[in-house]
């Protein structure tokens, strides 16, 4: 089993900046790729940023330039600094750990943290 627990997020006006943390607790060993995801009102979940093993990134189009997402395997922690905020950013965001084990594939998601970006 794999805990995630993510802080960071408030109230922020346009144009502003906030730095998201997630701390992956329990079973670590068996996390691959980590990401971050977010869910506005009446919408569906999408992902945001996407952290492979080794570091590489994928961006949706809508963050590109303005988001960036960074882990500290030693830490075991994903971040997401996110800059030149938007209203449209405001979502709650969501940490998402992948592992890999005999077991075959897993997902586990933290609680959320909610982000709202004020015009």
């Known amino acids: 089993q794999v805990q995630l627990v993510e802080s960071g997020g408030g109230l922020v006006q346009a144009g502003g900046s906030l730095r998201l943390s997630c701390a992956a607790s329990?079973?670590?060993?068996?996390?691959?790729?980590m990401g971050w995801y977010r869910q506005a009102p009446g919408k569906e979940r999408e992902l945001v940023a996407w952290i492979s093993s080794s570091s590489s990134t994928n961006y949706a189009d809508s963050v590109k330039g303005r988001f960036t997402g960074s882990r500290e395997n030693a830490k075991n922690t994903l971040y997401l600094q996110m800059n030149s905020l938007k209203p449209e950013d405001t979502a709650v965001y969501y940490c998402?750990?992948?592992?890999?084990?005999?077991?075959?594939?897993?997902?586990?998601w933290g609680q959320g943290t909610q982000v709202t970006v004020s015009s």
């Open positions: 329990g079973d670590t060993s068996c996390i691959s790729a």
């Open positions: 998402n750990a992948r592992c890999f084990g005999i077991w075959g594939r897993r997902d586990y």
